[in-house]
């Protein structure tokens, strides 16, 4: 039972954090290759204060509040670029994080900070936790995407030269798109520190950035239960079968350009494309 | 008292050593249609680009309706009542026809992100936007995405689009561009009831024809500078405008 409880404790976490990515690349169209940072913003003010003997469920918003402050000056350095240059910026973020971690004594360092102590609910406890919170952020974004800030997100994400000629405040909504993105993926990172009882530098860096925006494009850019199949899949395989987590960065790699070059609609768009194909023939 | 629509005065613009725009001044008045002329490389788009704040000038100011609009970004200037039908058309290309325009009838909803978010109704909107499609003839492909439709049809988006921000001032920017012949006069001719309707309109355009037949004021410009503005007839028939116009061709001014 304990692994089956890791498993979905896991797949939880995964599918919040892409979630959240995929609230700012998915939804209002701004790519972030950086967005491992802003997890591990909220892990480690997770692990800090649970070092403090603060209550765990207190750490949580802590943990979405800095990592979204973070967010907000990001989106802020980012408002002027757009497409590759963005990306290339928001990988800068992640380089920098990691950098700036390593350095710190009181962040551990190098080694990170190790021996959290457990929350008080137990794992199974802590697992509904996980669910709870992923399932709202979920409900949040299906929220959020038929309401009018979707709609202008959708135009945001299709040309946002139109939308200012419509009178849109483009800026306003991508800072609120990075804030909102940031912040969940800030809980993300608090119950990652939670999970594993560790943070490192090396937990929140590049290739965990690439894997998690892998999870976006596998599962369909925008499409909230595209994206968390995919991230509750692409989560546990790392665990159920030890080639893909010794080739992590190929196996993902290899995954984002099949679905780039075949379907780049991620599977959103393949079963949207069948289920067309099956109503066409009855 | 009451102030003109939209007033340029001595707007200067440099792209450094070179001046685009050398001194235009522009009056429109509420209920006007004026056309805006002019051969290539006057400076047409460059004023343009002023008006709607993507330029900022290096020399003179921009009022509309009696505000100042110095400083105001693009989305802030529509909102101040200015709307822009582009040359190079724009669709938003996942959405369809009803929904592009839809969302620009939203604009009280989309003013503010907080209250966007708990908007959710958009029966209005796409009432409004159905309407609208009719007015501009695209009722029948108000369900279509754009990619399938001929240019004729997103020239008109762009003004059923632009319409819809109930704008106080309308600014098109060679709508007439890229149709053919009955296709522009066709579009001409919405343009001109646009007009009756009380909407006063800016039109930036190079099929002559079309301009002469609708609008009753004319302004030029050439080499960046202003050259003539007034009644079409008495405008178009100057020597010097002709001159400009056909580069030294006098005989060919008659038709």
């Not at chain 1, 609120?176 to 940031?182: D, L, N």
């Not at chain 1, 080639?243 to 190929?250: E, P, R, T």
């Not at chain 1, 790699?253 to 067309?276: C, E, H, T």
């Not at chain 2, 309707?197 to 037949?213: F, K, T, Y």
Request: charged share 15%; with cysteine; glycine share 10%.
């Amino acid at each position: 039972m304990a692994y089956e409880i890791t498993l979905v404790t896991t797949m939880a976490i995964s599918i919040l954090f892409a979630l959240s990515l995929n609230f700012i690349t998915g939804f209002c169209g701004q790519i972030s290759l950086g967005h491992a940072a802003f997890m591990g913003v909220g892990a480690y003010t997770s692990a800090i204060m649970m070092k403090a003997d603060i209550p765990f469920l207190l750490t949580i918003p802590a943990a979405a509040i800095l990592a979204g402050i973070l967010g907000l000056l990001v989106g802020f350095a980012s408002l002027r670029v757009r497409h590759d240059f963005l990306a290339i910026t928001t990988m800068g973020v992640v380089f920098l994080f990691v950098g700036i971690v390593r350095q710190q004594e009181f962040l551990g360092g190098e080694i990170g900070i190790s021996g959290i102590r457990g929350s008080s609910f137990g794992r199974l406890g802590f697992m509904a936790i996980c669910l709870g919170l992923a399932g709202a952020f979920a409900a949040f974004s299906l929220l959020i995407k038929r309401s009018w800030m979707g709609y202008v997100f959708d135009s945001i994400a299709d040309n946002e030269d139109v939308s200012r000629i419509l009178g849109i405040d483009v800026s306003k909504y991508k800072l609120i798109a990075f804030v909102v993105g940031t912040s969940a993926a800030g809980i993300a990172g608090a119950l990652y520190a939670q999970h594993f009882r560790f943070v490192g530098p090396d937990s929140f860096g590049f290739v965990e950035s690439i894997t998690v925006l892998a999870m976006v494009i596998v599962g369909g850019i925008g499409s909230v239960w595209g994206v968390a199949v995919a991230a509750a899949f692409l989560s546990v395989m790392p665990l159920l079968f030890q080639f893909v987590n010794d080739f992590k960065i190929l196996a993902y790699g290899a995954l984002l350009f099949a679905m780039m070059r075949w379907a780049p609609d991620g599977l959103a768009g393949i079963v949207a494309r069948s289920m067309k194909k099956l109503r066409g023939r009855s | 008292m009451t102030y003109p629509v939209l007033e340029v005065s001595d707007v200067t613009v440099r792209f450094g050593g070179v001046v685009a725009v050398d001194g235009a001044s522009l009056t429109i008045k509420a209920g006007e249609l004026i056309g805006f002329v002019g051969p290539n490389g006057a400076g047409k788009t460059t004023l343009m680009r002023v008006i709607t704040g993507i330029i900022k000038p290096d020399e003179g100011q921009v009022l509309l309706g009696g505000k100042d609009l110095a400083g105001l970004a693009v989305n802030q200037r529509i909102r101040a009542g200015l709307a822009l039908a582009q040359q190079i058309v724009q669709p938003l290309k996942a959405m369809t026809l009803l929904e592009n325009v839809a969302l620009a009838c939203g604009a009280e909803k989309t003013r503010n992100p907080f209250s966007a978010m708990v908007s959710f109704d958009r029966d209005a909107e796409n009432r409004r936007a159905l309407e609208l499609l009719s007015r501009v003839g695209l009722r029948e492909a108000a369900n279509l995405e754009p990619a399938k439709l001929p240019l004729g049809y997103l020239k008109r988006l762009e003004v059923a689009r632009a319409l819809a921000l109930n704008p106080q001032l309308l600014l098109l920017d060679e709508p007439l561009a890229g149709l053919n012949q009955s296709e522009a006069s066709e579009l001409a001719d919405l343009i001109k009831a646009l007009n009756a309707d009380g909407l006063p309109i800016l039109l930036i355009e190079h099929n002559l024809r079309e301009v002469m037949r609708i609008c009753p004021q004319v302004y030029v410009q050439d080499q960046g500078r202003p050259l003539a503005f007034g009644p079409t007839e008495e405008v178009m028939s100057r020597p010097d405008v002709i001159q400009a116009y056909m580069g030294g061709n006098t005989n060919a001014a008659g038709q």
